[in-house]
């Protein structure tokens, strides 16, 4: 195409911009996306999960994470983390000075393991929901009035569990009447539809967590599906599927937490199909300066003798250190942490440099998500 060409297609697309967002006056529709306008696909922000190496895995550059403007779901089987990882996001929110809302539909906040994550409990909306209608409800009146008084203030719902709401039907019928599941299902299509539209454009991010259930009789394929139908997965942005890796223990064998993998199963912001591994501790939350030492040893970024470890800086300083004090020298010298953040997103962030052949890459039958 000639460079005259393409200057004529500008123009002819600059007219059917005009007149299109001239026809639809009340909003506007048409928008380039070179960077020149503001447009409803643009990212407004982004959370953090607690983990560096989720948000790595998420938005697949630095300081990432669950993105503003979008609906998350983070599903997985039952202890495996869904609700702790939900409460991580929403003490996040409140370290950027946002507003957090837990919308509960299954009566077991942990209002201590909230405490010491760094949740401002009297600054915290707490809402506790039983019907996928009230919950509906509730986050469309939350929308609305940010809209009016204070729409450049960061917003974050977290609806838990989606597995755990039931419908006004529900509430009404027999125990022995059918029909609940579908029910549900149809209300909460017709509910994602305008939900998504309505936080689009807005500095809100809605985080849902969901149960994994397994399907009767699948052979092939991904045996797992989720509550609610498949409004939800094809609305979220991105997908989070945790699984409970094992125990943490001490050594006099008592559970001290657990070792939790997070696949990220659909995503629009980044490289689906990719994972994060991070230990939870029931006294203080994801250890994610722990994490960071395990990549640094995956990736021999880190010199190991016995007990003791020797991180060399930027500058060439050799810092010497055992696993307990790791924390400790991270947080108290920025230079050793943004040093040390630099070297662990070269190493983690997936970038598309060489093209492969056919040869070069491996097939597989592996099938992930609903």
């Avoid at 009566?107 to 409990?121: A, K, P």
């Avoid at 027999?174 to 994602?192: P, Y």
């Avoid at 599927?241 to 629009?268: E, F, S």
């Avoid at 790791?326 to 997103?345: F, G, P, R």
Wanted: with cysteine; net charge negative.
């Amino acid at each position: 195409m000639s460079k005259k060409q393409a200057s004529v297609n500008d123009v002819l697309a600059s007219t059917l911009a005009d007149s299109l967002n001239k026809k639809f006056k009340d909003t506007k529709v048409a928008y380039f996306l070179d960077g020149t306008d503001t447009s409803p696909t643009d990212i407004k922000d982004f959370i953090s999960t607690g983990s560096s190496m989720l948000d790595l895995a998420i938005s697949n550059k630095p300081n990432g994470g669950v993105a503003v403007g979008r609906i998350t779901e983070i599903n997985g089987l039952e202890s495996s983390g869904k609700s702790l990882l939900g409460a991580h996001i929403l003490a996040e929110t409140q370290k950027k000075n946002g507003v957090a809302v837990y919308i509960d539909t299954e009566t077991s906040v942990s209002q201590e393991f909230m405490d010491v994550i760094g949740i401002d409990m009297g600054k915290m909306l707490y809402l506790h929901l039983e019907t996928v209608e009230d919950i509906f409800e509730a986050i469309e009146e939350i929308v609305t009035k940010v809209r009016e008084s204070d729409k450049d203030r960061l917003v974050t719902i977290l609806v838990d569990s989606l597995a755990g709401a039931t419908t006004k039907v529900e509430l009404e019928a027999d125990f022995n009447k059918d029909g609940w599941a579908t029910a549900k299902a149809i209300i909460i299509s017709k509910a994602m539809r305008k939900i998504t539209q309505m936080i689009g454009r807005e500095k809100i991010a809605l985080i849902f967590t969901n149960q994994l259930r397994q399907k009767l009789g699948v052979m092939f394929g991904d045996p797992w599906t989720t509550s609610g139908g498949k409004a939800l997965p094809f609305h979220a942005s991105t997908r989070i599927r945790l699984k409970n890796m094992g125990q943490i223990k001490d050594t006099g064998k008592n559970v001290l937490g657990m070792k939790c993998r997070a696949q990220i199963v659909k995503n629009r912001l980044g490289p689906p199909l990719r994972h994060a591994d991070y230990d939870m501790y029931f006294d203080r939350g994801i250890d994610n300066y722990g994490a960071w030492l395990t990549v640094l040893k995956e990736h021999k970024l880190i010199k190991q003798g016995g007990s003791w470890y020797t991180l060399t800086d930027e500058k060439g300083k050799e810092h010497k250190f055992l696993s307990k004090d790791w924390e400790e020298l991270i947080t108290s010298n920025d230079e050793i942490k943004e040093y040390v953040y630099k070297i662990i997103c070269d190493k983690v962030i997936l970038k598309y440099q060489e093209k492969l052949g056919i040869d070069d890459v491996e097939f597989t039958d592996e099938v992930i998500g609903d």
